[in-house]
């Protein structure tokens, strides 16, 4: 091998590894991606996702996404499947703010029939707590936080 020969082949063996490093980064990335509603399907119930005011997701610790058309559908999904326990997010979509997703723990949660959810549980997402509020004051039910929206998906489903 020529000198010339050897160097181009260093060089093509560095960029090669410096792609592979990058793809391997970047596919596990704990990033939530969008939902396309309209097209992607329901992880539990398999149903295509279709209303923008109640699309959730779940991100694993590798970068997994995992989308649901409801909030029912993750709480049931959370509470039935082992993968649940590698999540590094829970998302729901914000009922005000709709194809907007926020995490679990900012989310404020309405049980109120007057709001039918697309699985029938009659559970919707609000990231404004005061919104939730006046929800509950015009079509009545209960504010809830996740512990008891995963007792609700189990309880009526």
Known sequence: MTMATLTSYKKGA?????????????????EP??????????EHCKMIISDARYGTEAVSSKGKIYKFDSIECLGSWVNETEDSKQMAMLLVTSFD?????????QAT??????LPSPMGLFLTAFSDSEM?????????????????????STKLW
């Open 97 to 105: 703010n709709p194809e907007t997703l926020i995490e679990i723990d």
């Open 14 to 30: 560095v960029y090669f590894l410096s792609l592979f490093i990058g793809f391997v980064c970047m596919s596990c990335t704990t």
């Open 109 to 114: 949660f309405l049980h109120s029939e007057g």
């Open 33 to 42: 991606q969008p939902i396309n509603y309209g097209f992607d399907s329901c």
């Open 132 to 152: 939730a509020e006046q929800y509950q004051s015009e079509l009545g039910g209960n504010i809830v936080d996740w512990n008891e929206v995963r007792k609700i």
